[in-house]
């Protein structure tokens, strides 16, 4: 089945780069996802990227699309206190059927 | 704006009571609806397709009688945790595809405790 592997941890200091690696099973999925949850929160969707593109920049945030590899990276660049969340990546088939998550990185900036 | 609202936010409530939380779709209408649980520390977990006029299909391992959803209309959709136990708390959060379209919206989730 569907499988999306995530390391559960990383540490940055504030004003370094972060690089959230993942990786994923199923060679059909078409859409990658990654969302941030805050202690106590719900999901925040940062960005996706279709499995057609290699790459995608917004702001601060870089997804890399190995689609080979079956790899995803997001980079969040110059880390602030404020990124310190749980990052989820994400597939999907299509736009519209259920996405199978990771089990999410833990990413804790120090100050 | 939301596109999905989802309620309660939080909720506590005794074992042995039943739960309801409500997703609705505030911009468009919906056929399917997809229910995902988070336990603790855990990733979100598929729990449940919610189907307009018919019946909801169940992932392996998700008791149907006692998570009760109805989607009786095309922007709601509802999900009732039944005899509620304290290992039930759970976070729970639906996702509303855009019918006919590409995007799929999340709730804001619902944070169940159950004392």
């Not at chain 1, 972060?18 to 960005?47: H, R």
């Not at chain 2, 603790?40 to 449940?48: C, G, I, N, V």
């Not at chain 2, 397709?49 to 019946?55: F, R, V």
């Not at chain 2, 639906?94 to 804001?108: A, K, L, M």
């Amino acid at each position: 089945g569907e499988d999306v592997e995530q390391s559960l941890f990383l540490s940055v200091r504030e004003g370094d780069s972060s690089v959230i690696n993942c990786t994923y099973t199923d060679s059909s999925s078409t859409y990658l996802y990654w969302y941030k949850q805050e202690p106590g929160a719900g999901l925040q969707l940062l960005t996706y990227i279709f499995s057609n593109m290699d790459m995608k920049q917004d702001q601060r945030l870089t997804v890399l699309l190995n689609k080979k590899d079956k790899h995803l990276s997001l980079r969040i660049a110059d880390t602030q206190t404020g990124d310190s969340a749980i990052y989820f990546c994400a597939e999907s088939l299509s736009g519209n059927t259920p996405l199978v998550f990771g089990k999410g990185t833990r990413l804790s900036v120090i100050a | 704006g939301a596109v999905v609202s989802q309620h309660p936010s939080r909720v506590i409530c005794k074992s042995g009571t039943s739960v309801k939380i409500e997703c609705r779709s505030l911009d468009f209408q919906a056929t399917t609806m997809f229910w995902y649980r988070q336990f603790p520390k855990q990733s979100l977990m598929l729990m449940a397709t919610s189907n307009e006029g018919s019946k909801a299909t169940y992932e392996q391992g998700v008791e149907k009688d006692k998570f009760l959803i109805n989607h009786a209309s095309l922007t709601l959709s509802t999900l009732t945790v039944t005899s509620a136990h304290p290992e039930d708390s759970s976070f729970y959060i639906c996702s509303v595809p855009r019918t006919g379209g590409n995007t799929i919206y999340f709730g804001e989730g619902s944070w169940l405790t159950v004392v």
